[in-house]
Each structure stands twice: as structure tokens, then as C-alpha cells.
């Protein structure tokens, strides 16, 4: 039973605040005053370093508060042990749990690995994600309250020629990552927010890549970074990273996603040495502190426990064939997260056109539809950022439904295409997030749609979908065995 397993435990959460405003917030190298009433430099600008953690003994049981989005396979991943110890240990976890309720205590057996890395803890995962903390930041009016060149910071793509806040909204939506984040990240490495002055390059992060030139590229490199680092660590998949001086570190098992994200980025963009002082009190978290206030103040998490995905149909009409031709792979970009799964009608060759719809996977509002994409809000409360959303991609742009159209469950979006992103072949690309989140395709809160589970492959687009004793194998060639019918009632 989910919801008398979180009733039960959410008495704990008030542990959770205690927790995390633990985390300190002292001055340190890469703190500066950005807003214009905080003129005063801090005084010191040596970073404070955590200590490392003890050599446990093998299976000790060491107390954990479970954080936003905890999962019995990521805690095993964490603290190198097995999801079959941390039941033995904490009995009240029911068999059917998803995600651990926020602030609920915990014993969690741990099995030692050397080169953990910093216990601090920079940002909590509400301030790291594209969602509800998000809906009343106004990207533009902060920016053109600093000094910083990037006031002024203007950059030509398809749509237009957009301003830093344009260019970060559209970075933001697609990978779901805060603006505040990239903002802290152009200050760290460009002074984008106290510097007048621009800096000669076209690779403000550093990745010297002809493809990923201006700020808005960088960014896109950024994003996939992150998200490498953040579901990485969601997924426990993530258990090291390796710097470009070759030094290698493990994140500390108490950590949260959010930071595991900003960690895995950093380590891309500065030797072992220079990292520390950012990552550590007084780095990263300080700025982040400075220019936007305590992120660790009221926060409220994300993902609640007992985390359940609603009823979702396929998105095809009943009586249609398609197949199933990408197992769990990225929802947006390149790597992590592993949040999305491809549909193509049968006998569509290429990017030849097809009139099959693609259909709602239940009721909701549109809030985006543009470029091949199209975003369904299942609350209808018109923000993306906040409850239930579907993310569909390769929308062709004939007959694709208009923004604000209310719909229900079967009704028609478009018709699926190689429109947006990069396709090799007509087909629907569909994802799903919850306040703001990417939620994994398999994970203890699998994609589910009419009693199909999905399941990865060993490889990203591998993989399987299973409804009982019945198995559909996902295949890109769109092979017989990856035929998938709708058995709902045609409306």
C-alpha cells in the first residue's frame, strides 16, 4: 500500500529541513557580490573542505535522511550495497515503494570505496531543476540588474535574434535545467554578471568544439553535462568521474542529485585542484547564495514519496499498428536522462509522411506546440514546470493542435514526422516529467502505458515493453517483433 507508507511517514519531514539547513553557507573564493545592495567583498577566500568520510566497517549500518527523489536501487548504488540489505534494515518500506518519502529517516548499510569526494552539499534539487521554485524568475529583468555583459549579450538562431534570457529559457525548457544555474556557471567562468567587459572567446566553458560556438551552444554542452550528472546519479549509474588532469572521484554517498549534477559539469571544465575550491563551502554555493539568497530556505522537494505515474494510453488510435522503435534514451540531448521511448507507424519509410495520428495519452491542456514539439500539461494549470507533463517530439507541422487547446485522452495532436530535434525516420518521441523532473522509463516509477512496462536494453534505444507474459522488443528497423497494438475501444 503506497499512499499509508508516506501518511506514516511524513511526521519525519520536519528531519529533512533540519538536514538540510545544515548546510553551511561560509564565505569562499568564488563568492562575489552581484546584487547591487550586497556591495561588501567577504573577507576570506580560502574555501572551507569537508572532511572525508571514515573506512567503514563492511555493512555497517550509518543513518541517512532520505532526499528528493530517493530510490531503493539508487541508495544501493550510493552506499555500494543492495536494495535486499536496506529493506533487512528499515522493515517499514513496503514491498511496492517507489520513491522514499523526503525527510524519513533511514539505516543504510555501507560498504566502503575509497575517493569519496566533499559531503557539502551546494544546491538542493528544487533550485537545480526546471520547475515549480522556476515559474516567477524573470531571467531578463535579474540579468539587466547586473553590470555584467551579458546584459547586453545578444546571439542570432533560428528563431530570431535573442537576448540571454531567450537564449536560456530556450536551453532551460529543453533540458529542464533552473536559469539560475547557467547564470551561476556564466559568472563563474565568464563574469558574465559583474564583468562589463566580454571575454575574447567562443567557448565561455571551455568546450573548444567548432559546432558549439556563443554562449547558447556552450549552454547546450552545459545542459548535457549536467543532466549527465544529476540522472546519473538518480539512476545510480553514475559511480565516478574523471577530471581533465586524470584524477578520478566518487561522489559521497550522502549527496543529492542536484549536486552530483554541478560536481559531474565542473569536473568537465576544471583540473581536480581547482574544482575543490568550487564545489566545496564557500564555492559554487556561496555565489549561489549571494546572487539569489539561501536555496536550502523553505525548500520543498520535488518528487514526494510514494511517487505514482497516472493512467497513460499509447499514443496511437486503437486498431492502429505501430512498433516501438526506441527503447529508453535521452529526453532531450545527448547521454542521461534515459526518460524517453519512440512510437513509428508500420510501413512508413524514412521521413515519408504518415497520417496515422498520434494521439493524447490522457487529458490535459497544451502548453507548447512549436517545432515538432508539443507539450501536454495533465493539472491544466499552464505551467511546465509544475505536475504531470508529456513531452512529444517529431510533430509534423500539418495539422499540428494549437497552444491552449484542452484535450482528452485519444484526441489528436499530429501526426508524427522527423520535424525538430534529429531523426533519421518518421516517428514520435515521447517523454514524460513531473515538477520539472525527467522521470526515468524504468525505474520504480516505470513509463506504463495501458499495462505495457518499459524496460531498458543493455544499450540506449534498446530495450523492451511487458505486459504480462507478452514482450514487444524495440527494433529501429521496425521489425514484426516490435509491433505494438492498441487494445483500448476506438472512441
Given at each position: 500500500m503506497k499512499f499509508p507508507f508516506y501518511n506514516k511517514l511524513f511526521s519525519y519531514s520536519f528531519l529533512a529541513v533540519l538536514f538540510l539547513s545544515a548546510c553551511g553557507n561560509p564565505e569562499g573564493p568564488f563568492s562575489i557580490a552581484i546584487n547591487q545592495d550586497q556591495t561588501e567583498q567577504?573577507?576570506?577566500?580560502?574555501?572551507?573542505?569537508?572532511?572525508?568520510r571514515p573506512p567503514f566497517e563492511p555493512g555497517q549500518l550509518v543513518d541517512y535522511v532520505a532526499q528528493s527523489g530517493d530510490t531503493?536501487?539508487?541508495?544501493a548504488a550510493h552506499f555500494n550495497s543492495t536494495i535486499e540489505e536496506i529493506r533487512l534494515a528499515n522493515p517499514i518500506i513496503p514491498k511496492d515503494a517507489s520513491t522514499m518519502p523526503p525527510g524519513m529517516p533511514m539505516k543504510i548499510p555501507i560498504y566502503y570505496l575509497p575517493l569519496w569526494g566533499t559531503s557539502h552539499q551546494i544546491i538542493p534539487d528544487s533550485q537545480y531543476i526546471y520547475g515549480p521554485t522556476t515559474t516567477e524568475f524573470n531571467i531578463l529583468e535579474f540579468v539587466r540588474s547586473q553590470p555584467g555583459w551579458l546584459k547586453n549579450y545578444r546571439e542570432p538562431r533560428p528563431e530570431g535574434n535573442l537576448d540571454?534570457?531567450?537564449?536560456?529559457?530556450?536551453?532551460?525548457?529543453?533540458?529542464?535545467?533552473?536559469?539560475?544555474?547557467?547564470?551561476?556557471?556564466?559568472?563563474?567562468?565568464?563574469?558574465?554578471?559583474?564583468?562589463?567587459?566580454?571575454?575574447?572567446?567562443?567557448?565561455?566553458?571551455?568546450?573548444?568544439?567548432?559546432?558549439?560556438?556563443?554562449?547558447?551552444?556552450?549552454?547546450?554542452?552545459?545542459?548535457?553535462?549536467?543532466?549527465?550528472?544529476?540522472?546519473?546519479?538518480?539512476?545510480?549509474?553514475?559511480?565516478?568521474?574523471?577530471?581533465?588532469?586524470?584524477?578520478?572521484?566518487?561522489?559521497?554517498?550522502?549527496?543529492?542529485?542536484?549536486?552530483?549534477?554541478?560536481?559531474?559539469a565542473l569536473s568537465k571544465i576544471y583540473g581536480y585542484d581547482e574544482y575543490q575550491t568550487y564545489v566545496n563551502q564557500g564555492g559554487f554555493s556561496q555565489t549561489f547564495i549571494t546572487s539569489f539568497g539561501n536555496p536550502w530556505q523553505n525548500d520543498s522537494p520535488p518528487i514526494p514519496g510514494s511517487l505514482v505515474q497516472p493512467y497513460l494510453n499509447l499514443p496511437f488510435n486503437p486498431g492502429r499498428v505501430w512498433n516501438y522503435t526506441g527503447g529508453p534514451h535521452t529526453g532531450w540531448g545527448d547521454g542521461q536522462p534515459y526518460s524517453a521511448i519512440d512510437f513509428a507507424p508500420s510501413g512508413v519509410k524514412g521521413c515519408a509522411e504518415s497520417r496515422d495520428w498520434v494521439t493524447a495519452m490522457a487529458d490535459g491542456k497544451i502548453l507548447r506546440s512549436v517545432n515538432g514539439e508539443v507539450v501536454l500539461d495533465l493539472d491544466k494549470d499552464g505551467l511546465e514546470q509544475t505536475?504531470?507533463?508529456?513531452?512529444?517530439?517529431?510533430?509534423?507541422?500539418?495539422?499540428?493542435?494549437?497552444?491552449?487547446?484542452?484535450?482528452?485522452?485519444?484526441?489528436?495532436?499530429?501526426?508524427?514526422?522527423?520535424?525538430?530535434?534529429?531523426?533519421t525516420?518518421?516517428?514520435?518521441?515521447?517523454?514524460?516529467?513531473?515538477?520539472?523532473?525527467?522521470?526515468?522509463?524504468?525505474s520504480p516509477i516505470p513509463f506504463n502505458l495501458e499495462g505495457w512496462v518499459v524496460r531498458n536494453g543493455i544499450r540506449p534505444y534498446q530495450g523492451s515493453l511487458v505486459k504480462f507474459s507478452q514482450t514487444v522488443i524495440a527494433s529501429s528497423k521496425a521489425e514484426g517483433f516490435s509491433a505494438i497494438e492498441s487494445q483500448l475501444e476506438p472512441r
Open positions: 567577504l573577507a576570506t577566500n580560502v574555501p572551507v573542505i569537508s572532511p572525508t531503493l536501487p539508487s541508495l540571454i534570457g531567450g537564449l536560456i529559457t530556450m536551453v532551460s525548457q529543453h533540458f529542464s535545467v533552473n536559469p539560475k544555474v547557467f547564470l551561476i556557471f556564466l559568472e563563474a567562468t565568464a563574469g558574465g554578471l559583474t564583468n562589463p567587459s566580454a571575454p575574447d572567446t567562443d567557448y565561455v566553458f571551455g568546450y573548444k568544439v567548432n559546432t558549439h560556438k556563443g554562449v547558447y551552444m556552450q549552454m547546450v554542452w552545459l545542459a548535457n553535462e549536467l543532466n549527465n550528472g544529476y540522472y546519473g546519479w538518480r539512476s545510480g549509474t553514475l559511480k565516478e568521474f574523471e577530471f581533465p588532469d586524470g584524477s578520478i572521484e566518487r561522489p559521497d554517498p550522502w549527496q543529492n542529485a542536484g549536486t552530483v549534477g554541478i560536481q559531474y505536475g504531470w507533463v508529456i513531452f512529444y517530439l517529431h510533430i509534423s507541422s500539418t495539422d499540428r493542435i494549437t497552444k491552449g487547446k484542452e484535450v482528452e485522452a485519444g484526441d489528436p495532436i499530429g501526426y508524427p514526422s522527423c520535424e525538430g530535434g534529429t531523426s525516420g518518421t516517428h514520435v518521441h515521447i517523454s514524460r516529467k513531473f515538477n520539472g523532473e525527467w522521470i526515468l522509463a524504468d
